[in-house]
């Protein structure tokens, strides 16, 4: 109850797991909403970039949800478009269908998921040991003074919003290298590439707001905009059943693509 904010005493939300309830406290526990479990194919466009009978690779949009969770509307997520396309593996469950890893909501781009279960395992073994590589594109707040860099600091649940990450020395080990693509110095933002080595909840939004960049847009970690800043361009992979190298890329969204050529315009940008 309290690693969730949902126990208040005395209209407090509790974060303390030593807190001990004194006499006359007044201790309210909030049941989590439980999240559906119909899910709902739905007909809708899909930006396909790759697919044979074990996966498919789409180019997700900014906004999209990707799966079935709290306070997500059954026939809303991607997931459920695909369905309307494709059989997928139910290894995760019946929420997640061929779900081998997410991006957040308003983070558009390339995201993989698996037909089979045998694809399904293969990946998300893959995953997990680091052999799949993403490559992701973000538009943050400040001018870097060096080309590259790498961000080695841990992540975990912020206390005090639940819904948010934060560093944290008790977290989750975390590495994101970055190298700057190209500088606007008029706007004072520059565009980023970046790699991460780990895969946690909000990571590069996290590790870019901790080294006082962060992403254009980013509400939650920054100031908003039309849109979150962060595009997952590329990944890279072997088939799982194949065994051939994979590199596939996403373009850029319109609005995405739209802002880069504006602040190229308006400020004749430096090259990186």
């Given at each position: 109850a309290i690693a969730s904010g949902s126990l208040q005493i005395n209209e407090q939300t509790i974060v303390d797991p030593n807190y001990r309830i004194k006499i006359d406290d007044r201790c309210a526990f909030y049941l989590p909403d439980l999240p559906p479990t119909t899910l709902i194919p739905t007909q809708g466009d899909l930006d396909i970039l790759f697919e044979d009978e074990h996966l498919i690779v789409l180019n997700k949009l900014a906004g999209q949800v990707v799966h079935l969770g709290n306070q997500v509307k059954p026939g809303t997520t991607l997931v459920e478009?695909?369905?309307?396309?494709?059989?997928?593996?139910?290894?995760?469950?019946?929420?997640?269908?061929g779900v081998v890893h997410r991006l957040d909501q308003a983070t558009s781009g390339v995201i993989i998921f698996a037909k089979t279960?045998?694809?399904?395992?293969?990946?998300?073994?893959?995953?997990?040991e680091r052999r799949i590589h993403k490559t992701y594109h973000a538009l943050v707040e400040g001018i870097f003074a060096c080309?590259?860099?790498?961000?080695?600091?841990?992540?975990?649940?912020?206390?005090?919003?639940?819904?948010?990450?934060?560093?944290?020395?008790?977290?989750?080990?975390?590495?994101?290298?970055?190298?700057r693509?190209?500088?606007?110095?008029?706007?004072?933002?520059?565009?980023?590439?970046?790699?991460?080595?780990?895969?946690r909840t909000h990571q590069i939004r996290v590790h870019l707001k901790h080294i006082g960049h962060p992403i254009v847009?980013?509400?939650k970690y920054g100031k908003s905009d039309v849109r979150l800043f962060l595009h997952a361009y590329q990944i890279a992979f072997v088939h799982p059943i194949a065994q051939k190298e994979l590199i596939i890329t996403a373009p850029w969204p319109t609005s995405f693509n739209e802002r880069i050529e504006s602040l190229r315009y308006s400020d004749r940008s430096v090259k990186a």
């Open positions: 478009r695909v369905l309307s396309h494709i059989q997928l593996s139910t290894a995760a469950g019946i929420q997640r269908p279960d045998q694809a399904y395992g293969l990946l998300t073994k893959a995953f997990a080309q590259s860099g790498i961000v080695q600091a841990s992540i975990g649940r912020n206390q005090r919003d639940r819904t948010a990450m934060c560093v944290s020395p008790t977290g989750r080990s975390a590495c994101t290298q970055w190298e693509l190209e500088a606007f110095p008029k706007a004072h933002q520059t565009l980023l590439a970046c790699y991460p080595i780990t895969g847009g980013d509400a």
